[in-house]
């Protein structure tokens, strides 16, 4: 299994930009999916956007396609989420997460703790 650590997160005007890091230990992250949710205060996690294991294929939520862009590096054994042209309704604790059963029908084996974009208007 393995651990994940986010970072990036901070305080943006609407409009700007952040990216997002999730740093994965163990020696098998390139078998894993990898996915990012996030949790506003008082909504259910959502999905944000996932990849597959080889980066070959990416999926996004309707509310951020357009805007953010997954990647992975699997070298680094790290995956971004790239935002741009965040909104208030972004505002959101993101977390990482990361599946053995693939892209689609993406199942979280394991979570990070999350970290906290605020997207002022």
């Known amino acids: 299994q393995v651990q994940l650590v986010e970072s990036g997160g901070g305080l943006v005007q609407a409009g700007g930009s952040l990216r997002l890091s999730c740093a994965a230990s163990?020696?098998?992250?390139?078998?894993?999916?990898m996915a990012w949710f996030r949790q506003a205060p008082g909504k259910q996690r959502e999905f944000v956007a996932s990849?597959?294991?080889?980066?070959?294929?990416?999926y996004y939520s309707n509310s951020v396609k357009g805007r953010f862009t997954i990647s992975r590096d699997n070298a680094k054994n790290t995956v971004l989420l790239q935002m741009n042209s965040l909104k208030p309704e972004d505002t959101a604790v993101y977390f990482c997460?990361?599946?053995?059963?693939?892209?689609?029908?993406?199942?979280?084996?394991?979570w990070g703790r999350g970290t906290q974009v605020t997207v002022s208007s």
């Open positions: 997460a990361a599946s053995r059963s693939g892209v689609l029908g993406f199942t979280a084996d394991s």
């Open positions: 990849i597959s294991w080889n980066g070959g294929s990416t």
């Open positions: 163990g020696r098998t992250f390139s078998s894993y999916a």
